[in-house]
Protein backbone atom coordinates (compact mmCIF):
# COMPACT_ATOMS: atom_id res chain seq x y z
CA UNK A 1 0.00 0.00 0.00
CA UNK A 2 0.62 3.67 -0.57
CA UNK A 3 0.54 5.08 3.02
CA UNK A 4 -1.26 9.42 2.18
CA UNK A 5 1.86 11.01 0.90
CA UNK A 6 3.05 8.48 -0.99
CA UNK A 7 2.61 8.74 -4.79
CA UNK A 8 4.79 5.91 -5.89
CA UNK A 9 5.83 2.79 -3.84
CA UNK A 10 7.93 -0.09 -5.37
CA UNK A 11 8.21 -3.19 -3.59
CA UNK A 12 10.72 -5.90 -4.05
CA UNK A 13 10.70 -5.70 -8.01
CA UNK A 14 12.56 -8.74 -9.66
CA UNK A 15 12.83 -9.53 -13.97
CA UNK A 16 14.72 -11.58 -15.58
CA UNK A 17 15.53 -11.33 -19.40
CA UNK A 18 17.05 -14.71 -20.79
CA UNK A 19 18.34 -15.71 -17.32
CA UNK A 20 20.06 -12.50 -16.36
CA UNK A 21 18.52 -10.62 -13.87
CA UNK A 22 17.84 -7.37 -14.95
CA UNK A 23 16.22 -5.71 -12.08
CA UNK A 24 17.29 -7.38 -8.73
CA UNK A 25 14.95 -7.13 -5.73
CA UNK A 26 14.42 -3.12 -6.44
CA UNK A 27 12.62 -0.98 -3.67
CA UNK A 28 11.95 2.08 -3.07
CA UNK A 29 8.99 4.91 -2.34
CA UNK A 30 7.91 8.21 -3.70
CA UNK A 31 6.31 10.81 -1.72
CA UNK A 32 3.61 13.71 -3.13
CA UNK A 33 6.27 16.86 -4.55
CA UNK A 34 9.35 14.89 -4.71
CA UNK A 35 11.87 14.58 -7.36
CA UNK A 36 13.27 11.02 -7.48
CA UNK A 37 16.65 11.07 -9.88
CA UNK A 38 17.38 7.29 -11.07
CA UNK A 39 20.50 7.60 -12.31
CA UNK A 40 22.92 4.47 -13.42
CA UNK A 41 25.40 3.88 -16.38
CA UNK A 42 24.10 2.71 -19.56
CA UNK A 43 22.88 -0.86 -19.81
CA UNK A 44 22.67 -1.19 -15.53
CA UNK A 45 18.07 -1.35 -15.98
CA UNK A 46 17.08 2.24 -15.51
CA UNK A 47 14.89 2.59 -18.26
CA UNK A 48 14.01 -1.40 -17.57
CA UNK A 49 12.81 -0.04 -14.29
CA UNK A 50 11.08 2.66 -15.95
CA UNK A 51 9.44 0.74 -18.27
CA UNK A 52 7.86 -1.19 -15.54
CA UNK A 53 6.41 2.08 -14.00
CA UNK A 54 4.66 2.88 -16.60
CA UNK A 55 3.03 -0.30 -17.29
CA UNK A 56 4.52 -1.56 -20.24
CA UNK A 57 6.83 -4.19 -18.84
CA UNK A 58 5.55 -6.65 -16.30
CA UNK A 59 7.83 -7.76 -13.73
CA UNK A 60 8.45 -11.43 -12.56
CA UNK A 61 7.84 -10.52 -9.31
CA UNK A 62 7.20 -7.81 -6.87
CA UNK A 63 4.86 -5.02 -6.81
CA UNK A 64 4.10 -1.43 -7.42
CA UNK A 65 1.79 0.94 -6.28
CA UNK A 66 0.60 4.21 -7.65
CA UNK A 67 -1.67 6.61 -5.79
CA UNK A 68 -3.13 3.09 -3.84
CA UNK A 69 -3.07 1.17 -6.23
CA UNK A 70 -1.21 -1.68 -7.38
CA UNK A 71 -0.42 -2.14 -11.18
CA UNK A 72 1.55 -4.95 -12.34
CA UNK A 73 -1.36 -6.58 -12.00
CA UNK A 74 -3.96 -4.59 -13.80
CA UNK A 75 -6.11 -5.57 -16.62
CA UNK A 76 -5.95 -2.79 -19.49
CA UNK A 77 -9.08 -1.01 -18.88
CA UNK A 78 -7.75 -0.12 -14.96
CA UNK A 79 -4.45 0.54 -16.32
CA UNK A 80 -5.51 3.12 -18.86
CA UNK A 81 -7.61 5.02 -15.90
CA UNK A 82 -3.98 5.01 -13.69
CA UNK A 83 -2.27 6.41 -16.70
CA UNK A 84 -4.14 9.16 -17.38
CA UNK A 85 -3.04 10.45 -13.99
CA UNK A 86 0.90 9.75 -15.75
CA UNK A 87 2.74 12.27 -18.18
CA UNK A 88 5.67 10.34 -19.47
CA UNK A 89 8.33 11.71 -21.57
CA UNK A 90 10.18 9.05 -23.85
CA UNK A 91 13.75 9.12 -24.21
CA UNK A 92 13.35 10.08 -27.95
CA UNK A 93 10.10 12.13 -27.77
CA UNK A 94 7.67 9.34 -28.31
CA UNK A 95 6.17 11.91 -31.01
CA UNK A 96 3.69 10.17 -33.74
CA UNK A 97 5.52 11.20 -37.10
CA UNK A 98 2.12 11.49 -39.08
CA UNK A 99 0.96 14.22 -37.18
CA UNK A 100 2.28 17.78 -36.18
CA UNK A 101 3.54 19.17 -33.36
CA UNK A 102 0.36 20.94 -32.24
CA UNK A 103 -1.57 18.00 -32.93
CA UNK A 104 1.20 15.94 -30.88
CA UNK A 105 0.15 17.98 -27.93
CA UNK A 106 -3.12 17.92 -28.73
CA UNK A 107 -3.50 14.50 -28.90
CA UNK A 108 -3.59 13.58 -25.40
CA UNK A 109 -6.33 16.74 -24.25
CA UNK A 110 -8.39 15.83 -27.26
CA UNK A 111 -8.82 12.01 -26.78
CA UNK A 112 -9.29 12.40 -22.66
CA UNK A 113 -10.85 15.98 -21.89
CA UNK A 114 -13.83 17.29 -23.57
CA UNK A 115 -12.79 20.97 -24.24
CA UNK A 116 -13.68 22.86 -27.26
CA UNK A 117 -10.80 22.83 -30.33
CA UNK A 118 -10.18 26.72 -29.84
CA UNK A 119 -9.49 25.82 -26.35
CA UNK A 120 -7.39 22.53 -26.97
CA UNK A 121 -5.14 24.62 -28.95
CA UNK A 122 -4.85 27.73 -26.78
CA UNK A 123 -3.75 24.67 -24.31
CA UNK A 124 -1.36 23.80 -26.61
CA UNK A 125 0.03 26.94 -27.19
CA UNK A 126 0.46 27.44 -23.53
CA UNK A 127 2.26 24.56 -23.37
CA UNK A 128 4.65 25.19 -26.10
CA UNK A 129 5.66 28.29 -24.78
CA UNK A 130 6.60 26.60 -22.03
CA UNK A 131 9.11 24.59 -23.17
CA UNK A 132 10.35 27.58 -25.68
CA UNK A 133 8.62 26.28 -28.97
CA UNK A 134 6.44 29.09 -29.81
CA UNK A 135 5.43 29.26 -33.32
CA UNK A 136 6.29 25.69 -33.91
CA UNK A 137 2.58 24.17 -34.41
CA UNK A 138 2.94 23.15 -37.97
CA UNK A 139 6.05 21.62 -38.42
CA UNK A 140 6.17 17.94 -38.43
CA UNK A 141 8.42 15.81 -35.90
CA UNK A 142 10.89 14.94 -39.19
CA UNK A 143 11.59 18.70 -39.50
CA UNK A 144 12.93 18.90 -35.82
CA UNK A 145 15.42 18.64 -34.17
CA UNK A 146 16.78 15.83 -31.64
CA UNK A 147 16.47 18.26 -28.55
CA UNK A 148 13.17 19.90 -30.03
CA UNK A 149 11.22 16.83 -30.26
CA UNK A 150 12.03 16.09 -26.80
CA UNK A 151 10.85 19.30 -25.71
CA UNK A 152 7.89 18.61 -27.52
CA UNK A 153 7.46 15.17 -25.83
CA UNK A 154 8.01 17.31 -22.39
CA UNK A 155 4.93 19.53 -23.67
CA UNK A 156 2.41 16.12 -24.82
CA UNK A 157 3.79 14.82 -21.04
CA UNK A 158 2.23 17.33 -19.12
CA UNK A 159 -0.47 18.52 -21.23
CA UNK A 160 -3.27 17.27 -18.78
CA UNK A 161 -1.31 18.32 -15.75
CA UNK A 162 -0.77 14.96 -14.80
CA UNK A 163 -0.13 13.88 -10.83
CA UNK A 164 3.18 12.02 -11.72
CA UNK A 165 5.54 13.02 -14.70
CA UNK A 166 7.99 10.46 -15.35
CA UNK A 167 11.01 11.84 -17.69
CA UNK A 168 13.20 8.96 -19.28
CA UNK A 169 16.97 11.47 -20.12
CA UNK A 170 14.96 14.33 -20.75
CA UNK A 171 17.65 16.49 -21.06
CA UNK A 172 20.24 14.63 -23.04
CA UNK A 173 21.10 16.00 -26.13
CA UNK A 174 20.09 19.63 -24.91
CA UNK A 175 22.36 22.66 -25.25
CA UNK A 176 23.27 23.79 -21.49
CA UNK A 177 20.84 26.24 -21.33
CA UNK A 178 17.93 24.10 -22.77
CA UNK A 179 19.12 21.76 -20.38
CA UNK A 180 18.29 24.57 -17.55
CA UNK A 181 15.14 25.41 -18.72
CA UNK A 182 13.88 21.95 -18.72
CA UNK A 183 15.18 21.21 -14.93
CA UNK A 184 13.51 24.55 -14.35
CA UNK A 185 10.40 23.38 -15.71
CA UNK A 186 10.52 20.23 -13.76
CA UNK A 187 11.36 21.90 -10.73
CA UNK A 188 8.16 24.77 -11.18
CA UNK A 189 5.72 22.08 -12.02
CA UNK A 190 6.61 20.45 -9.30
CA UNK A 191 6.74 23.11 -6.59
CA UNK A 192 4.10 24.93 -7.99
CA UNK A 193 1.44 22.48 -9.24
CA UNK A 194 2.15 19.69 -6.46
CA UNK A 195 3.77 17.23 -9.60
CA UNK A 196 5.38 14.39 -8.24
CA UNK A 197 8.29 13.58 -10.48
CA UNK A 198 10.60 10.37 -11.55
CA UNK A 199 13.24 10.98 -13.72
CA UNK A 200 15.89 8.66 -15.17
CA UNK A 201 19.24 10.74 -16.34
CA UNK A 202 22.85 10.39 -16.24
CA UNK A 203 23.49 13.99 -16.27
CA UNK A 204 24.75 15.02 -12.87
CA UNK A 205 24.47 18.54 -12.67
CA UNK A 206 21.10 18.32 -13.96
CA UNK A 207 20.61 15.14 -11.57
CA UNK A 208 22.06 17.13 -8.28
CA UNK A 209 20.29 20.61 -9.38
CA UNK A 210 16.38 18.91 -8.90
CA UNK A 211 16.34 15.79 -7.06
CA UNK A 212 14.82 16.03 -3.57
CA UNK A 213 15.81 12.28 -3.54
CA UNK A 214 18.27 9.90 -5.73
CA UNK A 215 18.94 6.31 -6.25
CA UNK A 216 21.67 4.77 -8.14
CA UNK A 217 21.01 1.58 -9.96
CA UNK A 218 24.61 -0.78 -10.43
CA UNK A 219 23.87 -4.52 -12.31
CA UNK A 220 20.24 -4.15 -11.45
CA UNK A 221 20.54 -3.36 -8.11
CA UNK A 222 20.39 -0.14 -6.19
CA UNK A 223 24.05 0.16 -4.26
CA UNK A 224 22.71 3.70 -2.78
CA UNK A 225 19.57 5.96 -1.75
CA UNK A 226 19.24 9.12 -0.22
CA UNK A 227 18.80 13.04 -0.75
CA UNK A 228 21.31 14.76 -2.66
CA UNK A 229 23.92 15.89 0.04
CA UNK A 230 23.75 12.21 1.77
CA UNK A 231 24.75 10.86 -2.05
CA UNK A 232 27.32 13.79 -2.47
CA UNK A 233 28.63 12.88 1.31
CA UNK A 234 28.91 8.81 0.28
CA UNK A 235 31.68 7.11 0.25
CA UNK A 236 30.84 4.11 -1.60
CA UNK A 237 33.26 3.81 -4.80
CA UNK A 238 30.73 3.03 -7.49
CA UNK A 239 28.72 6.18 -6.06
CA UNK A 240 31.60 8.32 -5.84
CA UNK A 241 33.45 7.11 -9.48
CA UNK A 242 29.68 7.42 -11.53
CA UNK A 243 29.06 11.29 -9.55
CA UNK A 244 32.44 12.33 -10.02
CA UNK A 245 32.88 10.63 -13.73
CA UNK A 246 36.52 9.25 -13.45
CA UNK A 247 37.42 6.56 -15.61
CA UNK A 248 39.44 4.11 -13.45
CA UNK A 249 37.25 2.64 -10.55
CA UNK A 250 34.96 -0.22 -10.14
CA UNK A 251 32.22 0.32 -12.54
CA UNK A 252 33.34 -2.43 -15.41
CA UNK A 253 34.15 -0.53 -18.52
CA UNK A 254 34.02 -3.77 -20.41
CA UNK A 255 37.71 -2.99 -22.34
CA UNK A 256 40.01 -6.10 -22.48
CA UNK A 257 43.13 -5.06 -20.61
CA UNK A 258 46.40 -7.30 -20.37
CA UNK A 259 44.49 -10.03 -23.03
CA UNK A 260 44.01 -7.25 -25.51
CA UNK A 261 46.17 -8.44 -28.21
CA UNK A 262 45.03 -11.87 -27.31
CA UNK A 263 41.57 -10.79 -27.52
CA UNK A 264 42.51 -9.28 -31.29
CA UNK A 265 44.08 -12.13 -32.75
CA UNK A 266 41.41 -14.44 -31.38
CA UNK B 1 -1.96 -21.20 -32.36
CA UNK B 2 -1.01 -18.08 -29.98
CA UNK B 3 -1.08 -16.25 -33.25
CA UNK B 4 -5.03 -16.89 -34.41
CA UNK B 5 -5.43 -16.09 -30.87
CA UNK B 6 -4.60 -12.60 -30.76
CA UNK B 7 -5.39 -12.08 -34.41
CA UNK B 8 -9.20 -12.71 -32.57
CA UNK B 9 -8.42 -10.90 -29.91
CA UNK B 10 -7.20 -7.78 -32.07
CA UNK B 11 -10.74 -8.54 -34.43
CA UNK B 12 -12.92 -8.80 -31.44
CA UNK B 13 -11.22 -5.46 -29.72
CA UNK B 14 -11.82 -3.35 -33.06
CA UNK B 15 -15.14 -4.47 -33.35
CA UNK B 16 -16.16 -3.77 -30.06
CA UNK B 17 -14.60 0.04 -30.33
CA UNK B 18 -16.78 0.01 -33.37
CA UNK B 19 -20.09 -0.72 -31.34
CA UNK B 20 -19.14 0.27 -27.91
CA UNK B 21 -17.05 3.36 -28.37
CA UNK B 22 -19.78 5.50 -28.63
CA UNK B 23 -21.65 4.43 -25.51
CA UNK B 24 -17.96 4.82 -23.64
CA UNK B 25 -17.36 8.61 -24.44
CA UNK B 26 -14.84 7.45 -26.68
CA UNK B 27 -15.97 6.97 -30.73
CA UNK B 28 -13.92 5.69 -33.37
CA UNK B 29 -12.52 9.01 -35.13
CA UNK B 30 -14.81 10.06 -38.08
CA UNK B 31 -11.69 12.13 -39.56
CA UNK B 32 -9.66 9.56 -39.08
CA UNK B 33 -12.05 7.18 -40.70
CA UNK B 34 -12.62 9.27 -43.92
CA UNK B 35 -8.69 9.67 -44.36
CA UNK B 36 -8.51 6.12 -44.86
CA UNK B 37 -11.48 5.87 -46.79
CA UNK B 38 -9.44 8.08 -49.57
CA UNK B 39 -6.36 6.53 -48.95
CA UNK B 40 -7.22 3.20 -48.93
CA UNK B 41 -10.25 3.16 -51.29
CA UNK B 42 -10.73 5.91 -53.29
CA UNK B 43 -7.16 5.65 -54.88
CA UNK B 44 -7.63 1.99 -55.53
CA UNK B 45 -10.38 2.56 -57.82
CA UNK B 46 -8.21 3.13 -60.93
CA UNK B 47 -5.85 0.18 -60.37
CA UNK B 48 -9.03 -2.14 -59.70
CA UNK B 49 -11.43 -0.97 -62.75
CA UNK B 50 -7.76 -1.08 -65.08
CA UNK B 51 -7.08 -4.83 -63.74
CA UNK B 52 -10.95 -5.57 -63.80
CA UNK B 53 -11.06 -4.36 -67.78
CA UNK B 54 -8.29 -6.79 -68.50
CA UNK B 55 -9.72 -9.58 -66.83
CA UNK B 56 -13.37 -9.07 -68.27
CA UNK B 57 -11.53 -8.59 -72.44
CA UNK B 58 -9.44 -11.93 -71.59
CA UNK B 59 -12.13 -13.67 -69.84
CA UNK B 60 -14.58 -12.96 -73.10
CA UNK B 61 -11.67 -13.87 -75.23
CA UNK B 62 -11.11 -17.57 -73.61
CA UNK B 63 -14.57 -18.02 -73.46
CA UNK B 64 -15.43 -17.64 -76.96
CA UNK B 65 -12.65 -19.64 -78.15
CA UNK B 66 -15.08 -22.47 -76.59
CA UNK B 67 -18.56 -21.24 -77.12
CA UNK B 68 -17.70 -19.94 -80.90
CA UNK B 69 -16.95 -24.06 -81.96
CA UNK B 70 -20.52 -24.28 -80.91
CA UNK B 71 -22.21 -20.81 -82.39
CA UNK B 72 -23.01 -20.14 -78.72
CA UNK B 73 -21.60 -16.52 -78.71
CA UNK B 74 -24.54 -14.93 -77.01
CA UNK B 75 -23.31 -16.97 -73.78
CA UNK B 76 -19.96 -14.74 -73.83
CA UNK B 77 -22.61 -11.71 -72.33
CA UNK B 78 -23.85 -14.20 -69.64
CA UNK B 79 -20.64 -15.83 -68.86
CA UNK B 80 -18.18 -12.63 -68.11
CA UNK B 81 -21.25 -10.86 -66.48
CA UNK B 82 -22.20 -13.74 -64.39
CA UNK B 83 -18.87 -14.38 -63.25
CA UNK B 84 -17.72 -10.86 -62.63
CA UNK B 85 -21.02 -10.26 -60.08
CA UNK B 86 -20.74 -13.78 -58.48
CA UNK B 87 -17.45 -14.48 -58.19
CA UNK B 88 -14.65 -12.01 -59.83
CA UNK B 89 -15.35 -8.85 -59.37
CA UNK B 90 -15.43 -8.68 -55.46
CA UNK B 91 -12.24 -11.26 -55.58
CA UNK B 92 -10.36 -8.77 -58.11
CA UNK B 93 -10.85 -5.60 -55.66
CA UNK B 94 -9.59 -8.11 -52.51
CA UNK B 95 -6.75 -8.86 -54.15
CA UNK B 96 -6.23 -5.02 -55.51
CA UNK B 97 -6.82 -3.95 -51.86
CA UNK B 98 -4.34 -6.90 -50.13
CA UNK B 99 -1.49 -5.80 -52.58
CA UNK B 100 -2.01 -2.30 -52.08
CA UNK B 101 -3.40 -1.13 -48.87
CA UNK B 102 -3.00 -4.44 -46.64
CA UNK B 103 0.69 -4.00 -47.20
CA UNK B 104 0.46 0.07 -46.84
CA UNK B 105 -1.28 -0.95 -43.54
CA UNK B 106 1.24 -3.01 -42.01
CA UNK B 107 3.95 -0.69 -43.30
CA UNK B 108 2.45 2.49 -41.49
CA UNK B 109 1.39 0.42 -38.08
CA UNK B 110 4.75 -1.77 -38.06
CA UNK B 111 6.89 1.60 -38.62
CA UNK B 112 4.70 3.12 -36.22
CA UNK B 113 5.81 -0.04 -33.34
CA UNK B 114 9.00 -0.03 -34.71
CA UNK B 115 9.98 3.64 -33.34
CA UNK B 116 7.74 3.08 -30.35
CA UNK B 117 4.50 5.38 -31.29
CA UNK B 118 2.11 2.51 -30.41
CA UNK B 119 4.18 2.41 -26.89
CA UNK B 120 4.02 5.62 -26.43
CA UNK B 121 -0.13 5.88 -27.17
CA UNK B 122 -1.14 2.52 -24.56
CA UNK B 123 0.90 5.20 -22.02
CA UNK B 124 -1.17 8.35 -23.23
CA UNK B 125 -3.94 5.71 -22.05
CA UNK B 126 -5.47 5.81 -25.42
CA UNK B 127 -5.80 2.05 -26.95
CA UNK B 128 -4.26 1.95 -30.51
CA UNK B 129 -6.38 -0.39 -31.27
CA UNK B 130 -9.60 2.17 -30.97
CA UNK B 131 -7.24 4.48 -32.41
CA UNK B 132 -5.85 2.75 -35.62
CA UNK B 133 -6.97 -0.51 -36.29
CA UNK B 134 -11.05 0.19 -35.64
CA UNK B 135 -11.00 3.49 -38.55
CA UNK B 136 -8.71 1.01 -40.79
CA UNK B 137 -11.37 -2.01 -40.50
CA UNK B 138 -14.56 0.17 -40.98
CA UNK B 139 -13.20 2.60 -44.05
CA UNK B 140 -12.19 -0.73 -45.47
CA UNK B 141 -15.14 -2.10 -44.52
CA UNK B 142 -17.27 1.01 -45.98
CA UNK B 143 -15.67 1.32 -49.55
CA UNK B 144 -15.39 -2.45 -50.25
CA UNK B 145 -18.94 -2.95 -51.85
CA UNK B 146 -18.50 -0.32 -53.66
CA UNK B 147 -15.24 -1.42 -55.44
CA UNK B 148 -16.21 -4.34 -55.79
CA UNK B 149 -19.46 -2.99 -58.11
CA UNK B 150 -16.43 -1.02 -59.66
CA UNK B 151 -14.62 -4.43 -60.60
CA UNK B 152 -17.92 -5.32 -61.88
CA UNK B 153 -19.09 -3.07 -64.08
CA UNK B 154 -14.98 -2.20 -65.46
CA UNK B 155 -14.91 -6.02 -65.90
CA UNK B 156 -18.58 -6.83 -67.87
CA UNK B 157 -17.58 -3.80 -70.19
CA UNK B 158 -14.70 -5.31 -71.39
CA UNK B 159 -16.62 -8.21 -71.89
CA UNK B 160 -19.03 -5.62 -73.75
CA UNK B 161 -15.98 -4.31 -76.17
CA UNK B 162 -14.85 -7.54 -77.14
CA UNK B 163 -18.22 -8.44 -77.48
CA UNK B 164 -19.28 -5.76 -79.56
CA UNK B 165 -15.82 -4.99 -81.40
CA UNK B 166 -14.82 -8.72 -82.15
CA UNK B 167 -17.64 -11.39 -81.86
CA UNK B 168 -19.61 -8.59 -84.13
CA UNK B 169 -22.19 -8.80 -81.36
CA UNK B 170 -25.08 -5.55 -81.05
CA UNK B 171 -24.21 -2.96 -77.94
CA UNK B 172 -27.87 -3.18 -77.34
CA UNK B 173 -28.52 -7.30 -77.37
CA UNK B 174 -25.45 -7.34 -75.62
CA UNK B 175 -26.43 -5.38 -72.61
CA UNK B 176 -30.16 -6.46 -72.88
CA UNK B 177 -28.72 -10.26 -72.20
CA UNK B 178 -26.08 -9.07 -69.89
CA UNK B 179 -28.66 -7.99 -67.66
CA UNK B 180 -31.06 -10.52 -68.15
CA UNK B 181 -28.56 -13.00 -67.09
CA UNK B 182 -28.25 -11.75 -63.74
CA UNK B 183 -30.32 -12.45 -60.79
CA UNK B 184 -30.84 -10.32 -57.35
CA UNK B 185 -28.85 -13.43 -55.96
CA UNK B 186 -25.77 -12.71 -58.01
CA UNK B 187 -25.21 -9.32 -56.95
CA UNK B 188 -26.37 -10.32 -53.42
CA UNK B 189 -23.88 -12.92 -52.80
CA UNK B 190 -21.23 -10.74 -54.28
CA UNK B 191 -21.29 -7.76 -52.33
CA UNK B 192 -21.21 -10.37 -49.27
CA UNK B 193 -18.01 -11.69 -50.76
CA UNK B 194 -16.74 -8.25 -50.77
CA UNK B 195 -17.64 -7.41 -47.01
CA UNK B 196 -15.71 -10.39 -45.58
CA UNK B 197 -13.14 -9.87 -48.16
CA UNK B 198 -12.73 -6.38 -46.55
CA UNK B 199 -13.07 -7.59 -43.01
CA UNK B 200 -10.14 -9.91 -43.57
CA UNK B 201 -8.11 -7.69 -45.33
CA UNK B 202 -7.71 -4.77 -43.04
CA UNK B 203 -7.58 -6.78 -39.46
CA UNK B 204 -5.06 -9.78 -41.37
CA UNK B 205 -2.89 -6.19 -42.07
CA UNK B 206 -3.18 -4.54 -38.68
CA UNK B 207 -2.59 -7.45 -37.13
CA UNK B 208 1.01 -7.90 -38.80
CA UNK B 209 1.52 -3.94 -38.61
CA UNK B 210 1.20 -4.41 -34.78
CA UNK B 211 2.92 -7.28 -34.02
CA UNK B 212 6.14 -6.21 -35.68
CA UNK B 213 9.22 -6.56 -33.60
CA UNK B 214 12.44 -5.47 -34.86
CA UNK B 215 13.51 -2.08 -36.70
CA UNK B 216 13.23 -2.10 -40.20
CA UNK B 217 13.70 -5.77 -41.52
CA UNK B 218 11.00 -6.65 -38.95
CA UNK B 219 8.46 -3.95 -40.95
CA UNK B 220 9.70 -5.99 -44.68
CA UNK B 221 8.95 -9.25 -43.07
CA UNK B 222 5.90 -8.39 -41.45
CA UNK B 223 4.34 -6.71 -45.16
CA UNK B 224 5.12 -9.92 -47.02
CA UNK B 225 3.65 -12.00 -44.62
CA UNK B 226 0.69 -9.67 -44.65
CA UNK B 227 0.16 -9.80 -48.31
CA UNK B 228 0.44 -13.34 -48.39
CA UNK B 229 -2.04 -14.77 -44.95
CA UNK B 230 -4.48 -12.04 -46.56
CA UNK B 231 -4.28 -13.53 -50.35
CA UNK B 232 -4.63 -16.99 -48.69
CA UNK B 233 -7.48 -15.89 -46.15
CA UNK B 234 -8.98 -14.02 -49.50
CA UNK B 235 -9.20 -17.16 -51.38
CA UNK B 236 -9.77 -20.17 -48.17
CA UNK B 237 -12.96 -17.60 -47.58
CA UNK B 238 -14.13 -17.57 -51.09
CA UNK B 239 -13.82 -21.60 -51.21
CA UNK B 240 -16.09 -21.57 -48.17
CA UNK B 241 -18.32 -18.50 -49.20
CA UNK B 242 -19.12 -20.00 -52.91
CA UNK B 243 -19.88 -23.86 -51.48
CA UNK B 244 -22.15 -22.25 -48.67
CA UNK B 245 -24.00 -19.95 -50.96
CA UNK B 246 -24.32 -22.99 -53.76
CA UNK B 247 -25.53 -25.12 -51.11
CA UNK B 248 -27.66 -23.02 -48.92
CA UNK B 249 -28.59 -19.66 -51.37
Known amino acids: MTTAAETLRVQNLVKSFGGRRVLDDISFSVRRGEILVIMGGSGCGKSTLLRHLIGVLKPDSGEIWIEGEETTRMKNDSLARVRRKFGMLFQSGGLLNSMTVGENVALPIKEHSRVDDNIASLMVKMKLELVGLTGFENLRPAEISGGMKKRVGLARAIALDPTILFSDEPTSGLDPVMTAVVDTLTLDLVHKLGMTAVVVTHDMTSAFRIASKMIMLFQGKIIAQGTPDEIRASDNPVLKQFVDGQADGPIPLRLSKGDYLKHLIG | ?249
Open chain 2, 1 to 249: MNAVADYLSLVGRAIFWLAFGPFRRKPVRSAAVFTQLTLLGIRSIPMIALLSFFMGLVLAMQSAYQLSKLGANDYVAFLTTVAFFREIGPLFAAIVLASRCGSAITAELGTMKAAEEIEALEVMAIDPVRYLVSPRLLAVTLIMPSLAIIADFTGSFGGWVFGTASLGMDSTHYINLAVDSLVQKDILTGLCKAIIYAVLVSTIACYHGMAVTGGAEGVGRATTASVVSSLIAILSADVVMTAAFYVFV
